[in-house]
């Protein structure tokens, strides 16, 4: 069965340090994946999505950036962390094929203090 | 751009009371799928329902259903008989051509 990794937890981070989060998939190969936030307002935005190593959608505009170096890895990184930075992030995975649900992995909860 | 409103920010209902949840979406395009998800306090995204946009055929799963229009551009949900297990927040999404976009989700309360 497919699994879907999510680190760490929470995190608390000052303003001006580097991020980065980790997602790895398990049991499916090719995986489309995504990486979302969850602000205080709950709605969830996408900010990246992938098709395939080292194919990165950006869509919003921010201080972060993501990047796919293998197949079932998905990271989400910052240089320097912004109080609005702060939110709730979960990774997520489709099938290869489009318009498949997305299973989503537990969330990190980022404070940036 | 494709658009998911979910107009009710939050609900409270009394347990075994039925409750419905509305989304409307906007599209350009004629092929899409529609979706609905639970989170739960945990914060997971639970995935409750897929649904295409060339079957209207209502659906019924236990206590849950869901109706689609597409003529009003709505995939409501409604819980029946609802119950304290059922307190999450719900989100309704629209995915095309791979992107899965939510609406700002419906906060259920259900009390006992």
């Known amino acids: 069965s497919q699994t879907i990794h999510q680190w760490p937890a929470t995190l608390v981070q000052p303003v001006g340090s580097p991020l980065s989060l980790e997602c790895t998939v398990e049991g499916t190969s090719n995986p489309n994946l995504y990486w979302y936030r969850q602000a205080a307002g709950r709605g969830l935005q996408l900010l990246f999505y992938?098709?395939?190593?080292?194919?990165i959608s950006s869509e919003v505009p921010q201080n972060l950036s993501a990047s796919r170096p293998q197949d079932r890895q998905f990271i989400l990184s910052s240089k320097k962390l912004l109080l609005s930075d702060s939110g709730f992030y979960l990774c997520a995975w489709t099938w290869g094929q489009v318009n498949t649900e997305a299973f989503f992995g537990q969330g990190t909860r980022l404070t940036v203090v | 751009a494709q658009k998911v409103t979910q107009a009710q920010t939050e609900i409270s209902v009394v347990e075994k009371e039925d409750v419905t949840l509305d989304c409307v979406y906007e599209t350009r395009d004629t092929t899409y799928y529609l979706f609905w998800y639970k989170q739960p306090p945990s914060g997971e995204l639970v995935f409750l329902i897929r649904?295409?946009?060339?079957?209207?055929q209502n659906e019924i799963s236990g206590r849950y259903s869901w109706n689609f229009q597409k003529s009003t551009s709505s995939f409501n949900f409604t819980i029946t008989a609802s119950q304290v297990v059922d307190s999450a927040v719900y989100f309704c999404?629209?995915?095309?051509?791979?992107?899965?976009?939510f609406g700002q989700g419906t906060e259920l309360s259900v009390k006992p």
């Open positions: 999404a629209l995915s095309e051509e791979g992107k899965l976009i």
């Open positions: 992938s098709v395939g190593i080292g194919q």
């Open positions: 649904r295409n946009s060339f079957d209207e």
